[in-house]
């Protein structure tokens, strides 16, 4: 494949496989079975358009480079249930926290520390809870933990967990900074060595200084609804997220509100955009777009939204098993994935169920082919979508 090659990375987390497709032509470049991917963790970009990822099923790290003959570069055993995965801006030391899984509630406190370089892994014991991470770079990086109930920014020295002794020890942070306890989304901005954590009051910053963590002014959501997803928009320093509004009873899922929410970091401007009600999930960053789906009984939508802040509306057919009114959002329906990269302006969506991906040019808006893997791609799945030189490593943290 040519440095200009583009291809999506299908994960059908229920069946077990992951496909790996050319974009746009859909051509099977490699495929994986009894692999049964953390759709929560997620896809990691990793430099040269690698991807690292968690099989939950294998308790198994994968580094994968889908532009290379052997698409599996790197296994390394990790604690499972993956919860969140990240590594620092280098992409050499991954962290991988475990949480809730299957089950009604946490109860695994394991985190995972890798150093790809040197092969070395530890486990190491924290505190029970669903954890973020971020692992902050330098010649002494730093792991950060977001906790909840009660919440924290947790501190510890990278070093200090690669050389942990053996049998999950605990670990005990060597700074915290408080935080509400309803975290839930991560973020990190690399050049200025901050991290980001939403919560029910806006997105809590705090700084590196030395081998801890300054806290910094909240930014406000601006809006009674709030951001659970947070990611750095690695084609300029943003922020984004989608608020969800309205009761938060999942069985009044059609009636929540979602905006398209975007802080400029240099800035510091807040752009907020009207997505329609329903269930809004992740979203993502195409070359000169910002691409949203939209679950509703009454039409899905596909949702564009242009740096020059235009919106687009593109619908979606229907899915077998979508969520309906009476039902919850979450529990044995069928969902959408979607997938970007900031070097292509292709859009793919899954639609669930069915085994089928749409590829849609964000330039016009139109489908441009129909991609089938070979497996039904239960909830959705999940993608990542990746051209070689993208800069997408530039967010560490998995999608």
């Known amino acids: 494949m040519s440095e200009a090659a ?43 358009g690698r991807v690292a990822c968690v099989d939950d099923r294998r308790g198994e790290l994968l580094v994968l480079d889908p532009f290379a003959g052997k698409l599996i570069e790197r296994t390394v055993p990790v604690a499972v249930p993956a919860e969140h995965l990240a590594c620092d801006p280098t992409g050499r030391r991954l962290a991988v926290t475990t949480g809730l899984g299957k089950n009604t509630e946490p109860w695994s406190d394991v985190l995972t520390v890798i150093d790809l370089v040197t092969g070395e892994a530890a486990r190491v014991r924290t505190r029970v809870g669903e954890p973020g991470v971020t ?21 510890h020295r990278f070093a200090d967990l690669l050389s942990a002794s053996p049998g999950c020890p605990p670990v005990t942070p060597h700074a915290l900074l408080p935080l509400p306890d309803d975290g839930h989304g991560d973020a990190q901005a690399p050049d200025s060595e901050r991290v980001f954590a939403a919560t029910g009051e806006g997105v809590h910053r705090a700084r590196r200084t030395g081998d801890t963590l300054a806290g910094e002014a909240v930014i406000a959501w601006g809006s009674p609804a709030r951001g659970w997803y947070l990611r750095l928009d690695t084609r300029r320093q943003a922020l984004w997220t989608t608020l969800r509004g309205g009761d938060p009873d999942p069985l009044r899922w059609p009636e929540w509100t979602n905006q398209a929410w975007t802080h400029d970091l240099a800035e510091g401007r807040t752009r907020r955009t009207d997505l329609g009600p329903g ?98 791609l239960h909830h959705g799945g999940h993608m990542t979508l990746r051209v070689q030189n993208d800069g997408a490593e530039g967010d560490p943290v998995g999608r």
Request: glycine share 12%; with cysteine; aromatic share 4%.
């Open 135 to 155: 692992v902050l770079g330098g010649d002494d990086p730093l792991v950060v933990l977001r906790h909840r109930e009660p919440g924290a920014l947790a501190v």
């Open 6 to 48: 583009c291809v999506l990375l299908i994960s059908d987390h229920v069946d077990g496989a992951v496909h790996v497709l050319t974009v746009p032509d859909g051509t099977v470049a490699a495929r994986l079975t009894g692999r049964h991917l953390s759709e929560h963790a997620g896809f990691l970009a990793l430099p040269g």
């Open 279 to 376: 269930l809004v999930f992740r979203l993502a960053l195409a070359r000169r777009h910002t691409a949203f789906t939209r679950v509703h009984p009454d039409g899905d939508e596909l949702v564009l939204l242009g740096t020059d802040d235009a919106v687009r509306r593109f619908p979606l057919p229907g899915m077998d098993g979508a969520p309906r009114r009476g039902g919850t959002p979450w529990e044995g329906v069928q969902r959408r994935a979607v997938a970007a990269s900031p070097g292509s302006d292709w859009i793919a969506v899954t639609r669930g169920g069915h085994g089928e991906v749409h590829l849609v040019d964000a330039q016009t808006g139109h489908e441009a082919t129909r991609l089938r893997p070979g497996t039904p």
